[in-house]
Nanobody, 118 residues
């Protein structure tokens, strides 16, 4: 499985972005997927996860109420809708496939930069 994240960019505080993660290879619909982020000088942190069928989701406290994770299995694509962005959301965002534990996934994308200006 190869993952290609996109949709990052520069946005003002209070704005929105939608990240996409396109997956190649077969069996996308079998995998639980997740989004993570890593800010400069900080460790990678969990943002959100979604079950293989899209029924169950999980969010970091920092994402609850502002971010929405979703997936389109027919398009083999994972999404992260981010609203009410704040400067502390600035980070490189990564998508991941095939959840093993909350922080451990089999495949990782290359990351997309999100920068929120104040």
């Amino acid at each position: 499985v190869q993952l290609q994240a996109s949709g990052g960019g520069l946005v003002q505080a209070g704005g929105s972005l939608r990240l996409s993660c396109a997956a190649s290879g077969r069996f996308f619909s079998r995998y639980a997927m997740g989004w993570f982020r890593q800010a400069p000088g900080k460790e990678r942190e969990f943002v959100a996860a979604i079950s293989s069928g899209g029924v169950t989701t999980d969010y970091a406290d920092s994402a609850k109420g502002r971010f929405t994770i979703s997936r389109d299995n027919a398009k083999s694509t994972l999404y992260l809708q981010m609203n009410s962005l704040a400067p502390e959301d600035t980070a490189v965002y990564y998508c991941a496939a095939d959840q093993r534990t909350k922080m451990t996934y089999t495949w990782w994308g290359q990351g997309t930069q999100v920068t929120v200006s104040s």
